[in-house]
């Protein structure tokens, strides 16, 4: 799976005006970038439950993070990104803020059941 296959995916299959997301990170040509989507002001059509694409800065880690964790060199790229992205938005970097779609729609696994979401919070924090 790409961020392009996303894409073409929201677009063409589901009708979409846009990605889902807000913003992906995907490892291209050797190395990790943080890929564009939906503008930030723009509602997310990512997660529906309890009014979630009304809300929030909606990210995409492209892996299937249920079969392997992320690698350390994803989630150090995306950590600062993140962490600077929440500053901006006045989103408070917590357990309780940052979350995946698991969260609010229990019978999904994203971001991947070995996707650590508690660690990568602390990673954002400086912490881990």
């Known amino acids: 799976m790409s961020w392009g296959a996303i894409r073409r995916y929201h677009m063409e299959t589901n009708g979409w005006k846009a990605i ?35 809300i929030g800065i909606h990210v995409c880690f492209i892996g299937n993070f249920d079969d392997a964790p992320p690698t350390q060199e994803m989630l150090d790229f995306a950590a600062p990104h993140l962490a600077s992205l929440c500053d901006l938005a006045g989103i408070q970097v ?3 803020h940052v979350i995946g779609h698991r969260a609010v729609a229990p019978y999904k696994s994203c971001p991947g059941r070995q996707f650590d979401m508690d660690a990568f919070v602390l990673q954002q924090q400086g912490e881990g």
């Open 20 to 54: 889902a997301y807000h913003l992906g990170f995907e490892r291209i040509d050797g190395r990790y970038e943080l890929l564009a989507g939906r503008p930030l002001t723009f509602s997310a059509a990512a997660a529906y439950q309890q009014r979630m694409n009304h």
């Open 94 to 96: 917590d357990r309780e």
